[in-house]
């Protein structure tokens, strides 16, 4: 019978067999998918796994300690983290649309990617080692969806930061590829990844460069990360975790509004909550949300964010509103 457990085994042994002596490489973006797959690869060859994590300075607050701290004391896993934030903050300088952010942030991707992936090669040559694998965190619906699937309502360019090109370098190791994404939280939860990691909401690979409506800068990206930990921290407070797909807080940087906060007249920025159910994402719904949690949600942000002085509710389904509001 069918058992998470039955499962972690026969990939773990799967995986031991066929990886032999030789050695891996797993790229971790900080969601669940890439976690669970290199938790799995590296119970079945440990330390002769090597997990790279690219911070490109757009993750949300926590996010990137989640991955260093977190994801190693649960799993022992070897990891190598390039810090890359000044990269792409250079890169996304005075760029405003949003498939040209995409873009950019998935190209510098790649090659802070490959570079961490060929100094990992050849430290391993040094060794008399040979690094044969890329691990990738593939699920089912993603099998589908690539062989030939309709996938016509995907109107942006995902650039999706576990997903790298096809490498012929590499023999591809892809564990959750028969799995459904429950599926692959079960088996998370059974490698004893922590439950921010297991149970965390989709986050887009651009992170939140595509959250901030106009340029990206490390200012506007400060107060958007301050903004979003708020919102977060009182969803969960709420134990709306489970009922909300995701919540996106978009920065509307290039909008001013005018408030009034503490002494005078401000000129600050709008945010706008965006928190959506869904079943898929291809089709979404506004969650509605009590009155309490919105109203302790916007007090919050004004009073705790410099520069934002108004809270907006973004009551749009998809469609004719995608989630992102880039
Ligand atoms: P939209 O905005 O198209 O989003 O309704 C649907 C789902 O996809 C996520 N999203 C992305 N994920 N790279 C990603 O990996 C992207 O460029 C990207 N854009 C949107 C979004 O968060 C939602 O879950």
């Not at 996304?92 to 649309?97: K, P």
């Not at 961490?116 to 090669?121: G, H, K, P, S, Y």
């Amino acid at each position: 019978t069918w058992t998470t457990g039955s499962i972690v085994e026969e990939q773990v042994a799967a995986i031991r067999e066929r990886v032999g002596t030789k050695r891996a490489i797993c790229g971790l973006s900080g969601g669940v998918d890439s976690a669970v797959a290199a938790a799995l690869v590296n119970k079945a060859i440990g330390d002769r796994l090597t997990c790279v994590y690219v911070d490109h300075g757009l993750m949300r607050k926590g996010e990137t300690e989640q991955v260093e701290k977190d994801f190693v004391a649960a799993t022992g896993a070897r990891l190598k983290v390039v810090d890359a934030s000044e990269r792409f903050l250079d890169a996304l300088a005075g760029v405003t649309d949003p498939e040209e952010k995409r873009k950019i942030i998935g190209r510098e991707f790649i090659r802070v990617f490959e570079q961490a992936q060929a100094e990992i090669v050849a430290e391993a040559d040094h060794a008399g080692e040979d690094v044969a694998f890329l691990v990738q965190g593939t699920l089912y619906p993603d099998v589908v969806e690539s062989g030939g699937g309709t996938g016509t309502a995907n109107i942006k360019s995902h650039h999706n930061v576990g997903g790298l090109p096809e490498d012929l370098e590499f023999q591809l190791i892809e564990p959750l590829r028969k799995l459904f994404k429950d599926e692959v939280r079960m088996v998370g939860q059974e490698l004893g990844l922590p439950e921010e990691i297991v149970q965390r909401q989709p986050f887009p690979g651009p992170g939140l460069g595509i959250r901030i409506v106009g340029e990206v800068t490390r200012d506007r990206l400060e107060l958007l990360r301050e903004a979003d930990a708020i919102a977060r921290e009182e969803l969960t407070a709420a134990g709306l975790d489970r009922d909300i797909w995701q919540c996106p807080v978009v920065l509307l940087a290039d909008v001013r509004s005018v408030g009034v906060q503490g002494d005078g007249r401000t000129y600050g920025h709008p945010v706008v909550l965006r928190p959506v159910s869904s079943e898929d994402a291809m089709t979404a719904d506004w969650s509605r949300l009590p009155y309490e949690v919105l109203a302790r949600i916007s007090t919050r942000i004004t009073n705790e964010v410099r520069d934002v002085n108004r809270v907006v509710l973004d009551v749009t389904s998809k469609p004719p509103g995608t989630i992102e509001w880039e």
